[in-house]
């Protein structure tokens, strides 16, 4: 179907097309840009699919790169960006779940649309012909529907991370996965594992980043996280027989990353912080459950996983020591609070109170209200020792290592162990920090060890 609506296609775009058209090939915009274009979205970059081999576009652009020549791409830099150009082609064999084992060059569009993974991906664009829609991808955009083009089981086992594609797209765009769509997914989920780690957390994150990450459900009923992430199966299953819950496990993290602002971090420390939860299970005399020690279990399964899925160790580093912190009951006390501010640091003491106000909310509404309110006295007193400049690290301690070498102290484990207790006598006392009476407190320290 060619529809004749309007699509803004910036300037470089056009002039690729142009060339190509005027060259005497068949050129489009296609893909990704062309449903965020109908959806009024900006897109992030502009695929554009030509009858030209790739040899041809060589020839008539000057600066290319052989970005995926083998597979009939290259990239044509227009002011320092790369645009994507890819010849139609025919998808051979897939024998690993992602390659083709051959490609065939072809003149035909609808044949290289119709190996593309879902309707509203398979849509191309031209301001001479307008828009071109084989597959209904624009009813499916309207109905907000994913849809495999053609046979669902063929588009998936060409390349099985395309069943996380399909959630990942509904999650971003609140779609509905359609329903033999779905039920190709649960065939062949278990096809996932030949996909590599790097691309399942790719994809992973930006579910998990999407406006809808709750729709992560979706990965475990269609049996995708049994194959990299069963933790989460264990605790969808989960029962909470305690006062303080109101869903299993799993519907309780599900209901967490809805309630936590849309951060990478916070996502993934919601998804993991309490996967601990079923190897901790013991229930008591009276019937409740009880979870001691989950948030060290679920910092360990965080750690595993996250390396397995080749996520970057600061921001894993990140993570875990939320997930290890985020059952913390904190005292709204100054004293508490700085110690704890300490422990962490400034910025993600502020993260934790974020990671335990959708922890709190995902809970029954059993003492919510008392939760929330001293989780607000605790955010107050944190916000005015921040105003107030209050010492809560060796940065703004205000004396330093050099300043005790100079009355005897030598550098090494003495030296950082006397700072860390000036620094743990001005969490107690912030008037301390003055350089004198730190100055008083050392060499009363080391006259105390040279005595011992």
């Not at 050129?27 to 109908?38: K, P």
């Not at 996380?164 to 039920?183: G, I, P, Y």
């Not at 994809?203 to 933790?231: C, D, N, Q, W």
């Not at 009951?329 to 400034?346: D, F, N, Y």
Request: charged share 30%; proline share 3%.
């Amino acid at each position: 179907m060619r529809s004749f609506m309007h699509i803004n296609v910036p300037r470089e775009v056009s002039h690729i097309i142009q060339t190509l058209t005027e060259a005497g090939y068949e050129a489009y915009a296609v893909g990704g840009c062309i449903r965020d274009s109908l959806l009024r979205r900006i897109p992030s970059d502009w695929d554009i699919t030509t009858s030209a081999t790739p040899a041809q576009v060589k020839e008539l652009f000057g600066h290319t790169i052989d970005t995926g020549i083998a597979h009939g791409t290259v990239t044509v830099m227009r002011s320092g960006v790369g645009y994507e150009i890819t010849t139609y082609r025919i998808d051979g064999e897939y024998e690993d779940g992602r390659h083709p084992k051959q490609v065939t060059f072809t003149a035909s569009l609808r044949e290289d649309l119709r190996r593309r993974d879902f309707t509203i991906n398979a849509m191309a664009y031209n301001e001479t012909e307008g828009l071109i829609d084989l597959f209904g991808g624009m009813e499916d955009l309207e109905n907000g529907v994913i849809r495999a083009v053609g046979e669902p089981m063929e588009r998936f086992s060409e390349d099985a991370l395309r069943m996380m594609r399909a959630v990942r797209f509904a999650a971003q765009l609140d779609f509905a996965v359609e329903e033999k769509t779905a039920e190709a997914i649960c065939n062949l989920a278990r096809t996932l594992q030949r996909i590599s780690a790097e691309r399942i957390q790719t994809e992973l994150v930006k579910l998990l980043v999407s406006p809808h990450p709750e729709k992560i459900r979706l990965l475990y009923e269609y049996g995708l996280t049994a194959v990299f992430l069963p933790e989460f199966d264990a605790a969808m299953k989960q029962e909470q027989h305690n006062p303080h819950h109101a869903y299993t496990v799993g519907v309780h993290t599900i209901e967490s990353l809805r309630g936590i602002e849309n951060d990478r971090v916070l996502r993934l420390t919601m998804l993991f912080h309490d996967l601990g939860k079923p190897a901790c299970h013991k229930t008591d005399e009276q019937g409740i459950d009880h979870f001691k020690g989950h948030p060290e279990v679920s910092t360990k399964i965080a750690q595993e996983k996250m390396r397995a899925l080749k996520f970057d160790r600061a921001g894993m580093d990140r993570v875990e020591r939320l997930i290890r912190a985020h059952d913390i009951r904190i005292e709204p006390t100054k004293k508490a609070v700085r110690k704890l501010m300490s422990r962490l640091g400034e910025e993600e003491f502020f993260l934790l109170l974020k990671v335990q106000d959708a922890d709190i909310h995902a809970q029954s509404d059993y003492l919510r209200k008392e939760k929330l309110e001293r989780q607000q006295e605790v955010k107050r007193l944190a916000e005015e020792i921040v105003a107030d400049g209050e010492c809560i690290s060796l940065r703004t301690l205000e004396v330093g290592g050099k300043d005790l070498m100079e009355i005897g102290f030598e550098k090494g484990p003495s030296l950082g162990g006397e700072l860390a207790r000036l620094l743990e006598a001005v969490l107690e006392e912030p008037s301390l920090n003055e350089y004198e009476t730190l100055m008083t407190l050392a060499k009363k320290h080391l006259a105390g060890s040279a005595e011992g």
